[in-house]
């Protein structure tokens, strides 16, 4: 009897391969790198939260902590020397409006603060960071003037 000889991939074996390279693909799109608007919420919540740890920080000592925005970065001063904060941001370039310090302590009771935080040359709208001087410092949609 005569063989009959199959050429070609069977069905099965296409759906893997596709699926493989559906996979494949959902990977790469992921491992993409972030949007500004992510990066710039990333750089908003950090310093919300190294915001909160100094102002904790100066309840604890009874002592007054600034912060204080720099070109290249930023700076806590106050705090004891055993306390180390970061100073640089995570993306090369952020801008503070309004670039004043923010007094956080040593009071329960603070004053009312905002900070704007944009990331220049990026489409994403501006993050800002307040307190109403009682709860923490929290990201909240900015404020347009009417």
């Keep these: 009897?005569?063989?009959l000889k199959h050429a070609g991939?069977?069905?099965l074996e296409l759906l893997v391969v596709i699926s493989i390279m559906a996979l494949a693909t959902a990977g790469v799109?992921?491992?993409i790198r972030d949007s500004g608007e992510q990066q710039l919420e990333r750089e908003a919540q950090r310093l919300a939260t190294l915001l909160e740890s100094a102002r904790a920080q100066a309840r604890t000592n009874g002592t007054l902590v600034v912060w204080r925005p720099l070109p290249q970065g930023f700076r806590f001063e106050g705090l004891p020397a055993n306390v180390k904060m970061p100073t640089q941001w995570l993306q090369t370039a952020v801008l503070v409006q309004p670039a004043t310090p923010v007094v956080l302590g040593p009071e329960?009771?603070?004053p009312r603060q905002s900070i704007?935080?944009?990331l220049p040359g990026s489409?994403?709208?501006p993050l800002q960071l307040?307190?109403?001087g009682l709860r923490p410092f929290s990201i909240q949609s900015p404020q347009v003037a009417p």
Excluded: E
């Design 130 to 132: 307040a307190t109403d």
């Design 123 to 125: 489409n994403s709208a």
């Design 116 to 118: 704007t935080l944009s």
């Design 108 to 110: 329960p009771l603070i």
């Design 29 to 31: 799109s992921l491992a």
């Design 1 to 3: 009897m005569a063989h």
């Design 9 to 11: 991939f069977t069905l």
